[in-house]
């Protein structure tokens, strides 16, 4: 029965720190749109490819960081963004995904 215990605690924790980086996220582009218009694309790419390395390390990383090109070539190609947003729209995103793990962690270690 522990095992069951310990699985609902870090279900619950994992659950919270996703939920805190989306409202985390949501309430900085909403500010930040007021003034540019940050790539929320990039911000996703970013925070995979970061999830990515911090979850499964340096080789993980550089099998994925080709998105992160891939969709700032998109994004500017397409017109929708100018490289200054691309640009904040990747930096919030990781940002926010580095925030997020320092805080699970800090709460999964107290």
Known sequence: MEI????FIT???VSFNIT??????LSIFAFLNKFLKPS????VACAYVVSVAILYG????MITFWMIPA???A??????????????????GTIITLL???????????
């Open 20 to 25: 805190l980086g989306i409202i985390l996220g």
């Open 4 to 7: 069951f215990r310990h699985s």
């Open 40 to 43: 929320v694309h990039m911000a």
């Open 58 to 61: 340096p080789v993980a990383f």
């Open 11 to 13: 279900d619950s924790v």
């Open 75 to 92: 994004r500017l190609t397409l017109k929708r963004h100018s490289p200054n947003e691309a640009v904040v729209g990747g930096v919030v």
């Open 100 to 110: 997020t793990f320092l805080v699970g962690k800090y709460i999964y270690h107290l």
């Open 71 to 73: 969709v700032v070539w």
